[in-house]
T-cell receptor, first 116, second 111 residues
Framework: GAVVSQHPSRVICKSGTSVKIECRSL??????MFWYRQFPKQSLMLMAT?????????EQGVEKDKFLINHASLTLSTLTVTSAHPEDSSFYIC????????????FGPGTRLTVL | EDQVTQSPEALRLQEGESSSLNCSYT??????LFWYRQDPGKGPEFLFT?????EEKEKERLKATLTKKESFLHITAPKPEDSATYLC????????????WGLGTSLAVNP
């Protein structure tokens, strides 16, 4: 149980294009989903938190117009990187949690984005 | 400032050589502490949740413990497949349930 999937696992795109990453909770309904970014040999950096049907809450320094998050249902959240540039190249990971308490987050396998 | 520190940064063990990883925290209002395992190029895999001092959880060769200042992840008779980065994170009180992460311990188990 508690499986989270991400699609695609890898994407290569040209500078200036937009890329959408999907995050799904496969066997549970996620109260909250989170989006992280991870640089090599560094820990996870939280980008935003989203609840189904609500606007995402972005962390300080994260451009909400560049990283669009849509939490369409209790099992699906999407991250769209708009007008991607090489500095947006990174490993993006989503997670999901259940309930209103302080429960563990279950992570997806991650998406490696490379912008040429 | 709320902070989570993991030690050592890297650890190399021989197969069967037991050891412990440390996660110390200086935070206000701890609501939970989590251990994850992360393999290269993959998302973190959930291992344990600890909520209160004195709590212990076990899974196969791993055992996690919690005090008021730190948590330990004990690895008994490790195998090469236990090689990974082990991450510790805490969640504080509040509505956003944001995790504060340590930098991880990179564990290598040699056969």
């Amino acid at each position: 149980g508690a499986v989270v999937s991400q699609h695609p696992s890898r994407v290569i795109c040209k500078s200036g294009t937009s890329v959408k990453i999907e995050c799904r909770s496969l066997d549970f309904q996620a109260t909250t989903m989170f989006w992280y970014r991870q640089f090599p040999k560094q820990s996870l950096m939280l980008m935003a938190t989203s609840n189904e049907g609500s606007k995402a809450t972005y962390e300080q320094g994260v451009e909400k117009d560049k990283f669009l998050i849509n939490h369409a249902s209790l099992t699906l959240s999407t991250l769209t990187v708009t007008s991607a540039h090489p500095e947006d190249s990174s490993f993006y990971i989503c997670s999901a949690t259940v309930g209103a308490g302080y429960n563990e987050q279950f992570f997806g396998p991650g998406t490696r984005l490379t912008v040429l | 400032e709320d902070q989570v520190t993991q030690s050592p940064e890297a650890l190399r063990l021989q197969e069967g050589e037991s050891s412990s990883l440390n996660c110390s925290y200086t935070v206000s209002g701890l609501r939970g502490l989590f251990w994850y395992r992360q393999d290269p190029g993959k998302g973190p895999e959930f291992l344990f949740t600890l909520y209160s001092a004195g709590e212990e959880k076990e899974k196969e060769r791993l055992k996690a413990t919690l005090t008021k200042k730190e948590s330990f992840l004990h690895i008994t008779a490790p195998k090469p497949e236990d090689s990974a980065t082990y991450l510790c994170a805490v969640v504080l009180g509040g509505n956003n349930r944001k995790l504060i992460w340590g930098l991880g311990t990179s564990l290598a188990v040699n056969p």
